[in-house]
């Protein structure tokens, strides 16, 4: 299995006022139209807790304190065509004064 990789990723459950924020894919080619939440992979050398600070400004123009976010779940995929599995770690955050916006093309 030495082409076997584990492809890791970030996503982020922010919460205001009793609303979750999520954006709809465009111009990707990957999943156009569906909703996401805000997200990306982990990049090398990078914890997921720096990886989803790192994505949120980003893709949602707003500074996050890591010690403010709480740590949700990890999904695992198994992926046998492409040998590749996939890890994706959910972080939480609930704030009243962030306001996000869509910072992607």
């Known amino acids: 299995m030495s082409n076997y990789t584990i492809v890791p990723a970030v ?3 922010l919460e205001k006022d009793g609303h979750i924020f999520v954006g709809r894919r465009q111009n990707t080619g990957y999943h156009d ?3 996401n939440l805000p997200a990306g992979h982990i990049d ?5 807790r720096e990886a989803i600070v ?10 996050i304190d890591p010690e403010d976010l709480e ?4 999904q695992y995929n ?4 492409e040998k590749s599995d996939r890890t994706h770690y959910y972080f ?9 916006v869509n910072t992607e093309p």
């Open 11 to 13: 996503a982020l459950w």
């Open 54 to 63: 790192r994505e949120c400004k980003e893709e949602i123009g707003v500074d």
């Open 78 to 81: 198994r992926n046998r065509q």
């Open 92 to 100: 939480k955050l609930v704030t009243d004064s962030l306001e996000p």
């Open 33 to 35: 139209g569906l909703l």
């Open 71 to 74: 740590f949700l779940h990890i």
């Open 44 to 48: 090398p050398a990078e914890t997921p």
